[in-house]
């Protein structure tokens, strides 16, 4: 989850994750319990874009992008989900109904 709120320098992002890990709940046990905030370990600041440096070394990911607006091929989507997840970990949704001002705020 990205975020342009600073962290302060109080904040001890690895003991709220190892506290988190240790309580093996996982997300679904922190829905469970009526989290209404994304806890702030899951906060990332938004990276800084400068234009493409010209180098022999410079690598060209293509994360993978599931679109949710396909709404009528929902087994396509599932398919995509189940790809990006057992081959790259990680994937980007996009069209998924979340106004761009509700993700600033986390």
Not at 59 to 72: G, R
């Amino acid at each position: 989850m990205a975020s342009n709120a600073p962290i302060e320098s109080n904040y001890d992002r690895e003991s709220e994750l190892k506290a988190f890990d240790d309580s093996k709940s996982g997300v679904k046990g922190l829905v469970d319990a009526g989290l209404t905030k994304i806890p702030r370990f899951f906060h990332h600041p938004r990276p800084i874009i400068n234009e493409p440096k010209s180098s022999t070394l410079q690598t060209q990911l293509d994360i993978p992008i599931i679109d949710l607006k396909e709404t009528n091929v929902r087994a396509k989507i599932v398919e995509n989900v189940r790809y990006a997840a057992e081959n790259w970990g990680f994937f980007q949704i996009i069209n998924h109904g979340i106004l761009q001002r509700v993700l600033d705020h986390y």
